[in-house]
């Protein structure tokens, strides 16, 4: 298993249908729940990430109804499961490092990606 709160590169697909790098825990880029790709450093299509908040990824508010945790979670496309799986909508992360033991998480809200003065 990688280190705990390594980040790694994922392709995240905006509302619009462009590709971007970016770059998340493995917690999530590798959960195919939440839609992420690996990235493939030889496919010209993906974009390099802007700088700043011109690019906000959507997420979703997930909560452990036994712990009471609470965490965001990226989500990589419109298309991704915890999106339009049935309801209630639940995620597994491992969220202690100490045991890599999965929790199950409850999706309690969404909210949408954010663009400012993209082309």
């Known amino acids: 298993m990688a280190s705990f709160y390594s980040h790694r590169p ?3 697909t905006d509302d619009l249908g ?3 790098q970016v770059s998340t825990s493995w917690r999530f880029g590798d959960n195919p729940k939440l ?3 690996p990235l ?3 496919d010209r299509s993906v974009r390099q990430r802007p700088a700043g908040k011109a ?3 959507r997420y979703v508010n997930v ?6 945790k609470r965490r965001k979670v990226p989500i990589g496309k419109l298309s991704a499961e915890i999106l339009q799986g049935p309801e209630p909508r639940t995620l597994d992360l491992i969220d202690d490092p100490a045991t890599g033991t999965p929790e199950t998480f409850l999706v309690s809200s969404y909210f ?8």
């Open 18 to 20: 462009n590709r971007w």
């Open 10 to 12: 994922y392709v995240y």
């Open 35 to 37: 839609g992420f790709e």
């Open 112 to 119: 949408g990606e954010k663009r400012r003065r993209l082309g």
């Open 55 to 57: 690019l906000e990824m």
């Open 40 to 42: 493939d450093s030889a």
């Open 63 to 68: 909560v452990n109804r036994q712990t009471g």
